[in-house]
């Protein structure tokens, strides 16, 4: 379970239970991840996000890793209230055909969506929001692949307050190989104010450029 917050251009994302904490200013795109038990923190460059035009440049100049990836979405018309707030209900299905490197898979997303302001806490810009590539995603990919995404249908815009994702990949022979679904919930909403401080690094803290990093 995480907690997130954003006020002006101050994001912060935490995790009680591990008692790890993400905050994020999008003027200066700096971040601090910060562990509360060691009361340390390092400091971090928020990455940007890379345009369209930037992806598409890169996939004519490397077409050996561009998977191309079908996706479609249904808008099913149904309507339901989550926390005061009418919700969408869109389902999209994404899928891979097989070649001569991978069976190929298909994504399911099933999602009710809300107008409500999102609470990234990676800088996003707006056409994040509303682009096929952003928006769904997908894991049938690796890298180096990128998918070049062929999407017909609505996107999905605003706040999935409820999301739940089934991953189908398939054997060598075309056959059903694995099956992942996830759910995720959101539990609670709150616009009131936040008080400045709670972007503030705690006091005492220390810093350590290795904290949390991978060896």
Not at 81 to 108: C, L, V, Y
Not at 115 to 140: I, K, M, Q, S, W
Not at 151 to 156: E, F, I, N, Q, R
């Amino acid at each position: 379970m995480e907690t997130l917050y954003r006020k002006g251009a101050l994001r912060k994302r935490e995790n009680p239970n591990a008692s790890i904490a993400n905050i994020a200013n999008c003027d200066s795109r700096t971040g601090f991840l910060i562990d509360f038990k060691t009361h340390e923190y390092r400091t971090y460059k928020v990455v940007k996000y890379t345009t369209m035009a930037q992806i598409e440049e890169y996939l004519n100049k490397n077409p050996q890793n561009a998977v191309n990836i079908e996706s479609t979405t249904v808008d099913t018309g149904e309507q339901r209230m989550f926390f005061g707030h009418r919700a969408r209900h869109f389902i999209t299905t994404t899928k891979r055909a097989p070649d001569k490197n991978n069976p190929g898979g298909e994504e399911i997303v099933d999602a009710w969506y809300i107008d409500h302001e999102l609470p990234d806490n990676y800088c996003a810009p707006e056409y994040v929001r509303t682009e096929p590539f952003y928006v769904l995603g997908t894991a049938l990919v690796t890298p180096p692949q990128v998918p070049r995404l062929h999407h017909t249908g609505p996107v999905p815009t605003g706040l999935p307050v409820k999301r739940t994702a089934t991953h189908k990949t398939l054997s060598a022979n075309g056959a059903p190989d694995r099956t992942i679904t996830t759910i995720e919930t959101i539990e609670e909403i709150s616009d009131s104010l936040l008080d400045p401080s709670l972007f503030d690094l705690p006091a005492g803290s220390r810093e350590n450029p290795d904290l949390l990093k991978r060896k």
